[in-house]
């Protein structure tokens, strides 16, 4: 990871560049989280990397995910707890594409999934933001519950600055994942006054009340010999 410009506070934001194989051209207006939502929805953005903004600085991830310790485990996670929002009619759950806007954080990007409930949603809690052009693009607020899988280039993002900025942002549980090596963590922090506080484990259950059940990460070999994951509910 390198790390490039420096931010003065009429300079552009810090660059955090995780493969440096490929480059990214920032805009030269692209000067604070409102100028960045803006190139969010312009076809300058790259849509073949993982952009953030994050508190003064941009975060740019081009490294291709991993199968085992990455994709397959975030897959997991968004089909089962997808079939569950559908299941109960709960609300608006959107997976690996939706850009997600905190102005208070000074956050903007997207997270591996997004849980808004339909009673955040009606309180103006969250509100789906247009695009420029046509459609909806991007959530702005706090929803109930927001996922990450960690990967060798967001540990820092991941566990560190997301952690703090979706504390900030109010948002009530973040699931935290990392299955990079045996045994598999999987967390479910909670908000609390001070930051978030991890659900503690119960014969081997977390149990989120956002959706009011508890989870279990089960990992397992598959029948070609990769280790493949598992969420379990009751």
């Known amino acids: 990871m390198n790390t490039i410009a420096a931010r003065g506070q009429t300079e552009k934001p810090l660059v955090t560049i995780c493969n440096e194989s490929r480059s990214v051209n920032l805009p030269a207006w692209v000067v604070d989280l409102e100028s960045f939502r803006r190139w969010a929805d312009s076809d300058e953005f790259p849509e073949d990397a993982r952009v953030w903004y994050l508190q003064g ?6 490294s291709k995910e991993q199968v085992y310790t990455h994709v397959q485990a975030k897959t997991e996670i968004i089909v089962v707890l997808g079939g569950l929002v559908r299941a109960g009619d709960l609300g608006l759950s959107l997976a690996d594409g ?7 954080a000074d956050i903007s ?3 591996d999934l997004i849980f808004a409930s339909y009673k955040t949603l009606r309180a103006g809690r969250v509100r789906v933001i247009e695009g420029m052009e046509r459609g909806y693009v991007e959530l702005e607020g706090s929803p109930d519950m927001v996922l990450e899988v960690v990967s060798e280039s967001s540990v820092k993002k991941d566990t560190v600055i997301l952690r703090q900025a979706y504390w900030e942002a109010g948002i009530r549980e973040y699931w935290l994942v990392d299955v990079r090596e045996e045994p598999a963590k999987f967390e479910i922090l909670r908000h609390s006054p001070k930051g978030y506080s991890s659900a503690r484990k119960q014969d ?15 990992q397992k070999k598959n029948v070609v010999g990769h280790t493949e994951f598992r969420l379990a509910v009751r």
Do not use: E, R, T
């Open 57 to 62: 600085q941009v975060w740019v991830d081009m």
């Open 98 to 104: 939706a850009f997600l806007s905190h102005v208070d």
């Open 109 to 111: 990007g997207i997270p």
């Open 204 to 218: 081997g259950w977390l149990k989120s009340s956002v959706f009011g059940k508890a989870f279990q990460l089960n």
